[in-house]
């Protein structure tokens, strides 16, 4: 076994991207440990549970005593609120949160529901004479950058710019240390600003317009906290971009992904598709969107498991090695989409907790129902199929599915 302070390289080492899991494993009984590089590594439920919810563990990579190379670079470029701690951090969202759910805007991702079923119907439609597909360009990448781009307003002719800037942008996020990290961050960084210029301009041009949609809200209705300055809102649209299409790819894949592993779960779930809701949370367990957040920083000396996280030290919780935690879940290597105890780690938790999650919740149930009902006879044609490079937000960068046809 290797030593323990080269588990970070190790896992963001692509290698391992297929199958992390032993290494989370490895992670998990070596408890807090810290990296050669002077990061300490949590992979462990409670404590990282304890750590999301500690005021003492900073969000803004700003309070490292080590000069940050992405923190400096971002100087030019807003950073959203989950790169802030509160108050500021908290007004931020409350901004946002406004006019996309409670309690101002309750039903706004309820009343998706028609519009999300019948642009998911209309990917599957558009599959049929096909015995060969790429679930990810063809359904799973397509549907939530349709969705998030009518919340925020986006013209259709305008969402195919998204798909370059989101790949730079989230390659930019990958944290191995290797030789083309600076350039990812700086290629990264353009793409953010150049995103969210576009963005800001768009949300401008509704100002005294007032449409149906998030941009426009944030332009026309600012509420009490006052609104966004322009760089607040250009940042703020770029993460709800991000945040609402790049999580649901990966969620809607790695399900397809793991059913086609689990054909008897894939079977009960066709013939009980009520169980889709309890499935998903599984999902979100087993095989979550979003496996580590690196940008934790010590606020002060705090001792978890008996280890002392030094002041002003980076602290990178592996949310996905704590949703494995034997010591918190039953079987927890094991599938099971009618598992009842599963207060996972997959949408964070804490003031940081993703509040885009319930739009992700509804996509990925609709668009599971719809393909485990509608597909007939997939078969994987690639196991493991190629990953994304990023160890952060993990999934498939593409799953060739071989079909026998499309069910009506």
């Known amino acids: 076994m ?11 080492d692509y290698a391992n991207r297929a199958d992390p899991y032993p290494l989370y494993a490895e992670l998990r009984e070596a408890g807090v440990v810290r990296q050669d590089d002077g990061s300490y590594l ?26 940050d190379l992405l923190a400096s670079r971002e100087a030019d470029v807003q950073v959203s609120f989950i790169g802030r701690d509160d108050p500021e951090h908290e007004r931020l969202r ?16 309820d009343a998706m529901h028609d519009e999300i079923t019948d642009i998911t119907t209309r990917l599957i439609d558009a599959l049929r004479g096909r015995d060969r597909i790429d679930l990810v360009e063809d359904f799973a990448y397509p549907l939530p950058v349709t969705v998030i781009c009518r919340m925020l307003g986006v013209p259709r002719e305008d969402e195919p ?12 996020f990958d944290p191995s240390p290797d030789s083309n990290a600076e350039e990812r961050q700086r290629a ?28 426009s809200a944030f332009v026309n209705d600012p509420g009490p906290e006052g609104g966004f300055t322009r760089p607040e809102l250009m940042a703020t649209a770029v993460l709800l971009l991000l945040a609402g299409h790049e999580t649901t790819v990966n969620l809607i894949t790695n399900g397809v992904l ?27 367990r087993y095989e979550p ?15 978890v498991a008996g280890v002392t996280i030094p002041k002003g030290v980076p602290v990178i919780l592996v949310l996905a090695s704590g949703s494995r935690d034997p010591r918190r879940f039953h079987e927890p290597d094991r599938f099971d989409p009618t598992r009842k105890d599963n207060q996972h780690l997959g949408f964070g938790s804490g003031v940081h907790s993703c509040f885009g999650a319930p739009l992700a919740r509804i996509e990925t149930q609709i668009a599971l129902t719809e393909l485990v009902r509608r597909l007939d006879g997939p078969r994987l044609l690639q196991d493991p199929p190629p990953f994304r490079r990023s160890p952060v937000l993990r999934g498939p960068r593409h799953l060739p599915l071989e079909l026998a046809g499309l069910k009506d």
């Open 42 to 67: 949590v992979g462990t439920y409670h404590e990282i549970a304890g750590l999301l919810h500690d005021p003492r563990i900073s969000s803004d990579r700003r309070n490292r005593t080590v000069p």
């Open 289 to 303: 969107p979003v496996h580590l957040l690196p940008q934790r920083t010590a606020l002060t000396d705090v001792e």
């Open 2 to 12: 290797a030593a323990a302070d080269t588990l970070f390289r190790r896992i963001t």
């Open 188 to 215: 990264g960084l353009a793409a953010r600003k150049a995103m969210g210029e576009y963005l800001g301009a768009l949300a401008e041009s509704r100002r005294g317009k007032p449409s149906d949609d998030l941009l």
């Open 94 to 109: 409350n901004i946002a949160m406004r006019p996309f759910g409670p309690p101002h805007s309750p039903g706004r991702v």
């Open 161 to 172: 710019k998204f798909h370059a800037w989101t790949e730079t942008v989230i390659a930019g």
């Open 258 to 284: 793991t059913l086609l592993r689990h054909p008897e779960a894939l079977e009960l779930l066709r013939g009980e598709p009520e169980l889709m809701p309890s499935a998903v949370e599984e999902l979100l």
